[in-house]
């Protein structure tokens, strides 16, 4: 009986992996989509120099949708906890 206890203790810390897993790839994709957006950008000006001001509006609008979106997956797995 004493190893079904333990069992069941084990399993209720489980649960909280999922969602954890969840937050920390929310954070990477939202890190790598916004640095892959800065990489593009800094190019498009290094070819294009006077584009740069529209170039860089179009990178922030964007950042901030993707971290947008970043935080409301970390909001739903965190409900989830």
């Known amino acids: 009986m004493e ?3 333990v ?3 084990v399993s209720g810390s489980v649960g ?3 969602p954890a897993i969840g937050i920390a790839i ?3 994709g939202a890190a790598f989509g916004i640095s892959q957006i800065g990489k593009a950008a800094v190019e498009g ?3 294009q120099p006077e584009a740069g001001g529209d ?3 179009t990178m922030i ?3 901030a949708l993707i ?3 970043a935080l409301f997956a970390i909001v739903v797995c965190g409900f989830i906890l």
């Open 67 to 69: 971290e947008g979106v």
């Open 45 to 47: 000006i290094a070819r």
């Open 61 to 63: 609008i964007s950042a």
């Open 26 to 28: 929310a954070v990477i």
């Open 16 to 18: 909280t992996i999922g």
């Open 7 to 9: 069992l069941l203790e």
């Open 3 to 5: 190893l079904l206890s």
């Open 55 to 57: 170039i860089r509006t």
